[in-house]
């Protein structure tokens, strides 16, 4: 009998191996997932380059297509990038190679487009065999040094060529030009920068290594944006940002009152929100005049040509022009909110989220293995370069006797080896000169070159050995790259759009900054409401949080459509001019517009787009806000506090937080208060009553505990006056009233007793 082996046969050649599916798809779905993140959607931190864009700039180098050089047909660039490097497909890779040239979406283009490469309208551009392109200097940059071991190499797709693995990058390219991308369960969105910016925070990390993020923020204040506008961020939501890595930045137009005389006036957008299509949003704003949801707006014109210039004529000259341009702001593109997200690869393969210093520090770090592995590539060309000289001094002090020895001798590199002690590399230098060149061997210039060679060759060793020096020879550099991309400012901070506008009509430098920083104007409700047209609508939500608004005040009783597994949640009758109050289950609050509720002929929107609820998170109230009001939070642990509901109004769409429940709790009960006495009911149905004003009034908070559990917790709750009772509907439509609440009544806190009988038993009120 056979003994037992540890070595598994091998199953016949050709043979099916079963698998589970679900290991087989998730090994395949996460080498996907993993191939999406490193190969196509996240930038390396070190040059800020996506693969395709790498692979762009140095098959343009490989035309020899330098800023200085000739253009070529863009179809022709195209096609050695896909046939070379990147296989899969040229109309990727040229709409990749487009938006490089495109200066309203790149700070500073890294291909210089000779043609119709697209506009700020949204139009695209032409085809790739009508356009031509080049590099521009800040690629230049990028690739320089890339013939001195600068970077690793590795092999292309099919193993016949090689390309670089990433770029030497001297021009700080992640933050100047940002990046976006969307990858498998992660993304990047990175803002553009100034470079001069760039430049001074690199050498503040440079020379404070740590510096806290103030001092890089003095130097750089926030995102600088190719179409410039106005940021209306305070400085500490832009730290909060730059800090973690994560947020979202308002960006609004540039705007400014124009004089017609006469009292006339008319506002003028020169400046549009980044990456926003200027036809798309000239749509949008006359949809607004046509639609008459701004009764003060009377007319748009895109008088547009070089620059923007877009004209909004109010209806007359009574309107507040900061009113009609808030109201503006709010429901079009004229402001956006720039997600803010530095997820980037650290050394080409770990996906992280930066804040600004690890970025800067990533992008230093490279420039630092660059400029020594070029230093040692120098060095070496250098060693060569004497061991040749040498080997010439040597000829040109016995030139009469090495002539004779290459005339007689049939192998006479080994014998002038063997004569003048020369290393191979000096004989075969020597063989393989010109005659032309013999005159030319004068001892001084040669001892002169040696000499100049030698000293740069210390120069190079005291430097490798000195990271001060190394960190000196990067702030050259850093200096370069400013004096070449940057422009002279007086003052690096926040600019006000006022000041800004000033600037470019003196001829304001392409280098510098170009978008400014501004506070948002607090605009009253009155003034708001005098822009919106009042009509009543009827507000319908849904179970699953699908928000409309149906024109005119409909029956609430009405069978409205839903979408299949939805239903019906809230319903009421509101006016366009009205703030609609949201309260999710986590405790925040939410202030939407009424006029910018999408409208009742389809199922509506999510409430979502117009609200950043957490995930999780359930509607538990909506309604109308009503001045003056105030409102009964209650958390499922049974505690909570009386609020005024002008303390719930949120001014983005980020929310308020005002109840903050104990850990594992939920915001329960969001309700009007009226009345004089509070009814709370448990999930065990003891119900009890007792004066409101054992309630606290607070605009933040826990609060306090309303009623005591052994089991359970709390299930509804409500305010009501203690002399007209309790009332309820029963099931067929019937009301039943409880008018003595005599035997419920206790303080706040206590166990209470059973319901009444008949109370509901879902354990709520009606």
């Not at 369960?185 to 470079?195: K, L, Q, R, W, Y």
């Not at 990271?467 to 020879?473: C, D, E, T």
């Not at 009205?578 to 009424?594: H, K, N, Q, Y």
């Not at 019937?734 to 319901?755: F, H, I, Q, V, Y």
């Amino acid at each position: 009998m056979a003994e037992p082996t540890d070595t598994p046969e091998l199953p016949p050649a050709g043979a099916i191996q079963p698998e589970p599916l679900r290991r087989a798809l998730g090994t395949r779905y996460l080498q996907y997932a993993l191939s999406t993140i490193t190969g196509r959607a996240l930038p390396d931190a070190r040059d800020g380059l996506k693969p395709v864009h790498r692979r762009i700039l140095y098959a343009m180098r490989e035309l020899r297509l330098g800023p200085e050089g000739r253009y070529r047909k863009s179809s022709k660039i195209a096609g050695d990038v896909m046939g070379n490097y990147h296989p899969h497909g040229d109309a990727a890779i040229y709409d990749a190679m487009a938006r490089l040239a495109q200066d309203f979406n790149v700070r500073y283009p890294l291909v210089d487009g000779q043609g119709n490469f697209g506009n700020i309208d949204g139009d695209n551009p032409a085809a790739s065999r009508y356009t031509e392109a080049r590099m521009t200097a800040a690629a230049a940059a990028l690739l320089e040094g890339i013939d001195e071991d600068a970077v690793d190499f590795r092999d292309n797709y099919d193993g016949t060529l090689s390309e670089p693995v990433v770029l030497p990058a001297a021009f700080p390219n992640l933050l100047a030009n940002g990046a976006s991308g969307i990858a498998v369960g992660m993304a990047t969105s990175i803002p553009p920068h100034n470079v001069a910016e760039i430049c001074a925070a690199a050498r503040v990390l440079i020379e404070a290594p740590d510096a806290p993020l103030e001092r890089l923020l003095a130097c750089m204040p926030g995102p600088d944006f190719p179409t410039g506008g106005v940021l209306i961020d305070p400085p500490g939501v832009i730290a909060e940002a730059y800090r973690t890595g994560r947020g979202a930045l308002r960006l609004r137009a540039l705007w400014h009152r124009e004089d017609l005389g006469r009292g006339q006036w008319q506002i003028v957008v020169t400046e549009i929100p980044y990456q926003v299509q200027k036809a798309r949003l000239v749509e949008r704003l006359a949809q607004l005049v046509t639609d008459r949801k701004l009764p003060a707006l009377a007319d748009i014109r895109d008088e547009s040509a070089e620059d923007i210039r877009l004209v909004i004529e109010p209806r007359s000259r009574s309107v507040d022009p900061v009113a009609l341009m808030e109201q503006l702001f709010r429901q079009t593109e004229l402001e956006i909110r720039f997600p803010l997200n530095m997820n980037v690869l650290i050394d080409g393969r770990v996906p992280k989220v930066c804040g600004l210093a690890e970025l800067l520090r990533a992008w230093l770090d490279h420039r630092r293995s660059v400029l020594l592995r070029r230093a040692r590539f120098r060095q070496d060309k250098i060693a060569r370069r004497i061991e040749v000289l040498d080997g010439y001094i040597v000829a040109y002090l016995n030139l009469d006797r090495v002539i004779e020895i290459i005339r007689n001798e049939d192998e006479p590199g080994p014998v002038l080896m063997a004569e003048f002690g020369l290393t191979e590399t000096q004989a075969e230098a020597i063989l393989n000169m010109r005659l032309r060149n013999l005159r030319r061997l004068e001892e001084m210039a040669l001892r002169e070159e040696r000499a100049a060679l030698a000293a740069e060759a210390g120069d190079l060793a005291r430097m490798l050995d000195s990271p001060a020096l190394q960190w000196q020879r990067i702030r050259e550099e850093i200096g370069r790259i400013e004096a070449a991309f940057g422009a002279p400012q007086d003052r690096v901070g926040r600019l006000d759009p006022g000041r800004l506008s000033r600037l470019k009509a003196d001829g304001h430098p392409p280098g510098a900054r170009r978008t400014a920083f501004a506070e948002a104007p607090q605009l009253d409700e009155a003034r708001a409401e005098t822009l919106v047209e009042r009509e009543p609508i009827t507000v319908v939500c849904s179970a699953m949080g699908w928000i409309r608004a149906m024109k005119g005040h409909l029956p609430l009783d009405t069978e409205f459509k839903f979408k299949d597994g939805d239903g019906p949640a809230f319903a009421f009758h509101a006016e366009t001019t009205d703030r609609l109050v949201l309260a999710a289950s986590d405790g925040r609050f939410f202030t939407l517009a009424a006029d910018r509720l999408p409208g009742g002929r389809g199922m509506g929107e999510p409430v979502r787009l117009m609200a950043d609820l957490a995930q999780g998170a359930g509607i538990v109230a909506l309604f109308a806000h009503q001045p003056g009001a105030r409102l009964l939070l209650a958390a499922d642990d049974g505690s909570g506090f009386v609020v005024a509901e002008s303390d719930v109004l949120a001014q983005t769409r980020a929310g308020k937080t005002v109840m903050t429940p104990a850990r594992g709790a939920r915001l329960a009960v969001c309700r009007r208060v009226q009345g004089d006495h509070v009814a709370v009911v448990g999930q065990n149905r003891k119900m009890l009553v007792f004066p409101l004003s054992e309630l606290p009034e607070m605009s933040r908070g826990k609060g306090v505990r309303l009623q005591k559990y052994k089991d359970g917790g709390l299930s509804d709750a409500r305010t009501l006056v203690l002399a007209e009772g309790l009332s309820w509907t029963e099931g067929g439509g019937r009301t039943r009233r409880e008018p003595d609440l005599t035997e419920w009544l206790g303080r706040r806190g206590g166990a209470g007793r059973m319901a009444p009988r008949g109370f509901p038993r879902d354990n709520r009120f009606n």
